[in-house]
Each structure stands twice: as structure tokens, then as C-alpha cells.
């Protein structure tokens, strides 16, 4: 079985770029999460899709937006990125078959805005 | 609003040494999920365990033991007898429940352990 997988792993943009990151669900798994963890603190909730819709979202602006696809993958999207955007990045995936209560994490991209 | 506080930042001990790291929560729900996550320096985020509010029941696995007491809103872990390679950043995250399309998890700021040889 395949875990959650993240591309890319690395990142460097500077400050007004967009950048998209990915995300590939853990086999059967149909919600993914994305999380936000700058240095040293926990991570944020950014927003949650389920069935290719947005179910959930956390105290990110607009410009945070995202995607999933009907083979549940999913992509974050962040315009007009900030240095305060630099971050780890981590998507996670979660199965009807647990209530949809455990998630599965990926190894996360590290986003780095100069 | 939920929150989840790890108080202690940073924790260091010698190797075989038991170690507990405390958490504490806030939230409004009557029924909600808590979970620790151990985060090596990877960044990968593993799961270790989880608690449903109905279960006050404290368990041992392995190494690991937790104590949840409602009463206090505490949610504490234990590491018996560590490790170097349970050198990582842990943190206890709390889980509103709502319903099948997944739940949002609310995480604490995290408490570093280092373990010494």
C-alpha cells in the first residue's frame, strides 16, 4: 500500500510568485487535509477537500486556494506568496472506513520565499 | 474554539531515563479525538496514538503509555526506559468530530525531546 506522497520536496520562490504544490492520496483514502508549520511551531489547518469539493477551512486568506481530482489527489495553491509563507507544507489523507478520523501525513514540501 | 497547550518547549534526558510530556485542551465539543504525533527530523509527521472522549481508559504499548483525565482536560504521554531514537518533536493534537468527511486537527506547539547517550 502507498503512503501519502508530496511533490516537491524543496522550493525556493521569491516574494509575489504562485507557486503549486502536490499531493497523492494514500490508496483508498478520499479527504486530504493540508497543513501549514512554519519553524518551530505546530501545524495550522489550511483546508480540507472531500469528493473534489472544499469541506473546511481554516484562517487562511484567498489567496491559499486548492484542488482535488477524481482520483482524489490534490494540489495547494498559493498567489502573490510572502515571506511569512515560507513554511513545511503537509498533506494529509483520511478513509471513510476509520470515520474519517485518523490521518495519514506525507513527508511535506519545504517552501522557502526570498 | 479549541487549543491544545504543550507547556514544556524543550525536553532533555539521559537514555533508559522515562520521560512524560504534558498536554492540555480546550474545546466546546462533547465528543472529540486526541492524538500524539512524532515529528524525527525528517518532517514526516508519524502517528502514535488516539484517544476518543468517551475512553478514559489509560493503556500501555510497548514503551508508550498515555493518561487521559476528562476532568482536567489533560492528555499526557509517557516514554518509558528512551531512547536516542525517540529523539524527535512531539505533538498532541486535538480532533473535532465531523462526520465522514474527516476531521480538522487542531495541534499544540510541540515539545522537543532529546535523548542522550
Known amino acids: 500500500e502507498t503512503g501519502v506522497t508530496q511533490s516537491p520536496t524543496h522550493l525556493i520562490k521569491t516574494r509575489g510568485q504562485q507557486v503549486t504544490l502536490r499531493c497523492s492520496s494514500q490508496?483508498?483514502?478520499?479527504?486530504v487535509s493540508w497543513y501549514q508549520q512554519a519553524l518551530g511551531q505546530g501545524p495550522q489547518f489550511i483546508f480540507q477537500y472531500y469528493r473534489e469539493e472544499e469541506n473546511g477551512r481554516g484562517n487562511f486568506p484567498p489567496r491559499f486556494s486548492g484542488l482535488q481530482f477524481p482520483n482524489y489527489s490534490s494540489e495547494l495553491n498559493v498567489n502573490a506568496l510572502e515571506l511569512d509563507d515560507s513554511a513545511l507544507y503537509l498533506c494529509?489523507?483520511?478513509?471513510?472506513?476509520?470515520?474519517?478520523?485518523?490521518?495519514?501525513f506525507g513527508p511535506g514540501t519545504r517552501l522557502t520565499v526570498l | 474554539a479549541q487549543k491544545v497547550t504543550q507547556a514544556q518547549t524543550e525536553i532533555s534526558v539521559v537514555e533508559k531515563e522515562d520521560v512524560t510530556l504534558d498536554c492540555v485542551y480546550e474545546t466546546r465539543d462533547t465528543t472529540y479525538y486526541l492524538f500524539w504525533y512524532k515529528q524525527p527530523p525528517s518532517g514526516e509527521l508519524v502517528f502514535l496514538i488516539r484517544r476518543n472522549s468517551f475512553d478514559e481508559q489509560n493503556e500501555i504499548s510497548g514503551r508508550y503509555s498515555w493518561n487521559f483525565q476528562k476532568s482536567t482536560s489533560s492528555f499526557n504521554f509517557t516514554i518509558t526506559a528512551s531512547q536516542v531514537v525517540d529523539s524527535a518533536v512531539y505533538f498532541c493534537?486535538?480532533?473535532?468530530?465531523?462526520?465522514?468527511?474527516?476531521?480538522?486537527?487542531?495541534f499544540g506547539g510541540g515539545t522537543r525531546l532529546m535523548v542522550k547517550p
Open positions: 494529509a489523507s483520511s478513509t471513510p472506513a476509520s470515520g474519517a478520523i485518523e490521518q495519514f
Open positions: 493534537a486535538l480532533s473535532e468530530v465531523r462526520g465522514n468527511a474527516g476531521n480538522m486537527l487542531t
Open positions: 490508496s483508498g483514502h478520499n479527504t
